[in-house]
């Protein structure tokens, strides 16, 4: 039996303008899989994660998320556009967690949390709370439901985030630099839910510089420099004898 990854891309390429930012990224990612995503600061990283979402359009190649095409439909030998409702709804099985936790800052943890399930897949209120309540207890955040984000700490903040993306049920989770803007101490209790997540069996995309991280939690690690994947495989290979003299000298400086 084959199974259908969970994200297939092959010779995808985005430019902005006369910027090439992906020049023919090709990687395929398989159902359970926690694929860590390194590389210098430009080398398209986020845009990958805003194409695997569709919040960017890539220009050219194929991007498959679950076996259906990104942002299109197949019927017969022809891809059709897909309406804008149909990518939302696309989009709403596919959790994304950035680097400032984006919270709404008028809303309480637990109102956060309900929101979308809610809003988006119309759940009722009782058992979105009843929910968001699981969720806040599996990021440790039990007694923190009434809080506003301005009241939490950046990990703590981050950590009712990722309880917000997985309100929604995804079937994948990106995070672009999760733990990148906060504090040192606050590092560990993020990755952390992260690591139980990944535990749990869930697919995830991470960019991160958190090469403890990649090499303990992640089955696979791929290196995208000026666009493309430049080298790939299981991290505790990649991460210590790396090949190319580009991913020495990028490793020399983050860790
Ligand atoms: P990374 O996440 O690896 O640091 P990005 O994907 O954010 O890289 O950006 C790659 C390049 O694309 C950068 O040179 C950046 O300036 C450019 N870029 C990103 N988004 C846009 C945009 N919306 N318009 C124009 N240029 C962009
Ligand atoms: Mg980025």
């Known amino acids: 039996m ?25 990687l395929t990612i398989q159902r359970g899989e926690v694929a ?19 919040l960017e359009k890539h220009d050219t190649g194929e991007l498959s998320v679950d076996g259906s095409f990104v942002g299109y439909e197949r019927r017969g030998n022809k891809l059709y556009e897909r309406t ?30 309900t929101l979308g399930p809610i809003k988006v897949k119309g759940i009722s209120t009782s058992d979105a709370i009843e929910q968001a309540h699981l969720l ?17 700490s950046g990990g ?44 749990s069996g869930m697919t995830m995309i991470v960019v991160t510089h958190e090469m403890g991280f990649a090499r303990e939690v992640g089955d696979s690690v791929y290196f995208l420099d000026e666009g493309v994947v430049a080298e790939s495989g299981d991290p505790n290979e990649v991460l210590v004898r790396p090949q190319s003299p580009r991913l020495v000298n990028f490793l020399s400086k983050v860790l």
Not at 91 to 108: A, D, K, P, W, Y
């Open 136 to 152: 806040l207890d599996r990021v440790g955040l039990h007694d923190r439901d009434h809080n506003y984000p301005s009241q939490l």
């Open 156 to 199: 703590q903040q981050q950590r009712v985030a990722i309880a917000r993306a997985l309100a929604m049920e995804p079937k994948l989770m990106l995070f672009d630099e999760p733990t990148s803007a906060l504090d040192p101490e606050l590092v560990g209790e993020v990755l952390d839910v992260m690591k139980d997540l990944a535990q």
């Open 84 to 113: 804008d409702k149909e990518i939302c709804a696309e989009r709403s099985e596919i959790g994304m967690v950035f680097q400032r936790f984006n919270l709404f800052s008028h809303l309480t943890a637990l109102e956060n949390i």
């Open 2 to 26: 084959t199974t259908t990854p969970m994200v297939e891309a092959k010779d995808v390429t985005k430019s902005y303008g006369a910027i090439d930012v992906l020049r023919g990224v090709t």
């Open 36 to 54: 860590c995503l390194i590389g210098p600061s430009g080398s398209g990283k986020s845009t990958f994660l805003r194409c695997i979402n569709h």
